[in-house]
């Protein structure tokens, strides 16, 4: 059986800003987005020709969210990314929902689905060998310095590694 797995955008513009976006292709082979996900995506860079390629290229799918009424909802609190996630995982039955946003990350965890972010991602594909552990400290650097806010413990563990 196939996992299904929906990412928002952060995920998709940090593992682009690292050139490794085909990390989840070769974890889980497709990722879902939603519209909003690629508009979001579509509109800042780096990332867009990336994922562009990738659509292309079959591997992310981009979803059209059927409950629009959840997400007019959600989006009174969420951003239009997050809050078609949600939906998205939930019409989908989605095994893994990945985000990064803190809020969104309580709020997943709230809704009951099984999360993780660019960090899990890159620390999953250390698991599998898809990735070197003694890469890791500078690649969390590397997204540190284009502005995802990662704990200063969190690169301290992975700085020991």
Known sequence: ???????????????AHLGLLTIPKMLWGKLYIPNAVFAEVLRKSPGREEVQRAVSDGWIIVKKVNDMATV????EVFGPGE??????VR?????????????????????????????????????????????MPA?????????F????DLVRQFAGS
């Not at 059986?1 to 593992?15: A, H, N, Q, R």
């Not at 007019?72 to 989006?75: A, C, D, E, G, Q």
């Not at 709230?110 to 594909?125: D, H, K, N, P, S």
């Open 149 to 152: 806010r990662l704990s200063n």
């Open 72 to 75: 007019k909802i959600l989006n």
């Open 83 to 88: 809050s078609e996630c949600f939906v998205l």
């Open 91 to 135: 019409e989908l039955k989605a095994h893994l929902l990945v985000m990064d946003e803190k809020r969104g990350r309580k709020a997943a965890k709230r809704f009951g689905f099984r999360l993780t972010g660019t960090v899990g991602i890159l620390t999953t594909a250390v698991e599998k060998g898809l990735l070197q552990a003694e890469d």
């Open 1 to 15: 059986m196939e996992k299904i797995v929906v990412s928002d955008t952060s995920p998709l513009i940090g593992l």
């Open 139 to 147: 690649l969390l650097k590397k997204l540190k310095d284009c502005g």
